[in-house]
């Protein structure tokens, strides 16, 4: 079963460098951990599981835990970041979201465009995704005034979503994480959208390994 090392310390938002501090460990061994090719000892294993407040059966990949009660109102201009997501309607009950072509897919195959969709709501999976978001993205005025803010890509692609969300900063054309990750100021709303969530001392966060221009 996989390990859910890195989804526990991103959902806690914590960067790499705040976790081996609390873990007392290196950043290769974070990295081995993370990357499956090695162990924690049982000490560590349930110093993490505190840290990120989770269990360290969830860690080890043996349960995933969700929300029974549909909650986190999410506005319209959210859904082209939220790509096969599961969305809940008061009036069509559950759906996916397929941004791409810009509508909800009912149970019955039967389609809602974004425009009528009315009211959604969703229950995000406790310890293993990031809380969805529910305020409504930057328009672009917005954008350019922000000198710094919380980037979400749109992408069909979970595992390029997962791995490039997080915070930017603002440059002259683009907007950049601290890892090099860039997003052109020209294709806002097209790859990607902004957000001005509260920001917190560990809540810039989101480690991505790779460093893909758009």
Not at 141 to 150: D, F, I, K, P, R
Request: net charge negative; glycine share 4%.
């Amino acid at each position: 079963m996989p390990r859910q090392f890195k989804n526990a310390r991103l959902i806690k938002h914590l960067k790499v460098a705040d976790a081996i501090k609390l873990l007392g460990v290196s950043q290769p061994t974070l990295s081995a951990w993370e990357g499956e090719r090695k162990s924690p000892s049982i000490e560590k294993l349930e110093l993490m599981a505190d840290i990120y407040e989770t269990s360290t059966d969830y860690l080890l990949g043996r349960i995933r835990i969700h929300k029974n009660v549909p909650s986190n109102p999410i506005s319209l201009s959210c859904l082209p970041v939220l790509h096969e997501q599961p969305l809940w309607s008061p009036e069509y009950g559950w759906m996916l979201v397929n941004s791409i072509e810009k509508h909800l897919v009912r149970s019955d195959g039967k389609t809602i465009p974004f425009s009528t969709a009315g009211n959604l709501y969703t229950t995000p999976p406790i310890f293993s995704v990031p809380e969805t978001l529910s305020e409504a993205p930057l328009t672009r005025t917005q954008m350019l005034a922000n000198e710094e803010m919380w980037v979400e890509p749109i992408s069909p692609d979970s595992n390029l979503r997962d791995e490039l969300r997080g915070w930017y900063r603002r440059k002259d054309r683009y907007v950049e994480n601290e890892y090099g990750n860039r997003f052109y100021l020209d294709t806002y709303e097209a790859k990607w959208l902004g957000f001005d969530k509260e920001q917190t001392s560990t809540d810039k966060n989101e480690d991505a390994e790779t460093s893909p221009s758009f």
